[in-house]
């Protein structure tokens, strides 16, 4: 199967069982999953009842798509994602996306875990992701271009849509929830950075680092969904500390984050 067909299976099985064509796609970052328990759930499809998507091996990335409703809006939120680093492809990690395109979904609002490179963060900040910065990881587009969703050379002058991001500033606005703004960087892993690497990095103009997200937002801009984005800031970058990373403070400080995450989202998401 070439991978216009896995996309348009995946597609398939999933209109086989979805209740509505959402209108959003959710992607639920490490230790973000419990935002599922805050929407009406209608229906949950396992990963593995879909042809085409694949599983994360990843603790705090179950493998569920969830239906439901949002603030009134019909949204279909992916509770874990796969990445890279466990030996997928770009183009795995981002077929579920384009199948739910094909379902529907016309916006895609990407949460992930990361940490902070830009020294005026801390740990526990939300980032409203205004850029990102992809060249060390391949593109999700490489191979024969799948012209149903867009160009081969697609524009990525402006990857985060400004009108979505101006009603995230307006939802933290309303919410009372501090949001810093920047611009991410996708690392490989899955071993954390090293000092040099950050301060690489903050020369090239990163803000924040993590694993995931920018290949997510290149493919749904290059099948024309509108994209935007928020980091929770779960820890300072490699060096910026004394302390050693690990997984778990990650989770930790994601699940810390919880009560002002759920606001700026959910407020986000009625003023879609
Ligand atoms: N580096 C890369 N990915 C991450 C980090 C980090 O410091 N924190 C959470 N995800």
Redesign the pocket.
């Known amino acids: 199967m070439n991978e216009l067909q896995k996309v348009l299976r995946a597609a398939e099985c999933i209109r086989a069982k979805m209740p509505f064509a959402p209108e959003i796609v959710l992607t639920l970052g490490?230790g973000l999953g419990d935002f599922a328990e805050d929407v009406d759930v209608v229906c949950e499809i396992s990963y593995n009842e879909i042809d085409g998507f694949v599983t994360s091996t990843v603790p705090g990335h179950e493998g569920k798509l969830i239906f439901g409703m949002l603030e009134g809006k019909k949204v279909a939120l992916m509770k874990g994602r796969v990445h890279l680093y466990e030996g997928y492809d770009a183009q795995d990690a981002v077929r579920p996306l384009r199948a739910l395109k094909l379902c529907g979904a016309s916006t895609l609002f990407l949460t992930?875990?990361?940490?902070?490179v830009n020294f005026s963060f801390s740990a526990g900040d939300l980032m409203l992701i205004r850029d990102h910065i992809s060249p060390f990881v391949p593109s999700p587009l490489r191979g024969e271009n799948l012209s149903e969703f867009g160009v081969r050379f697609p524009d990525m002058s402006c990857v985060y849509s400004k009108h979505l991001c101006d009603k995230v500033l307006e939802a933290a606005k309303n919410t009372g929830v501090k949001l810093q703004q920047g611009v991410y960087l996708q690392?490989p892993?899955p071993q954390?950075?090293t000092p040099a690497e950050i301060r690489m990095f903050r020369t090239l103009g990163a803000d924040a680092?993590?694993?995931s997200t920018a290949v997510e937002a290149i493919a749904a801009r290059h099948a024309g969904m509108e994209v935007v984005g928020i980091s929770c800031i779960?820890?300072?970058?490699?060096g910026m500390t004394d302390k050693p990373?690990s997984h778990e403070e990650?989770q930790e400080a994601a699940t810390a984050a919880k009560g002002k995450f759920t606001a700026l989202v959910r407020e986000s998401i009625r003023l879609f």
């Open positions: 490490s992930n875990a990361a940490g902070g690392f892993g954390y950075e680092v993590g694993m779960s820890n300072l970058a490699c990373l990650v």
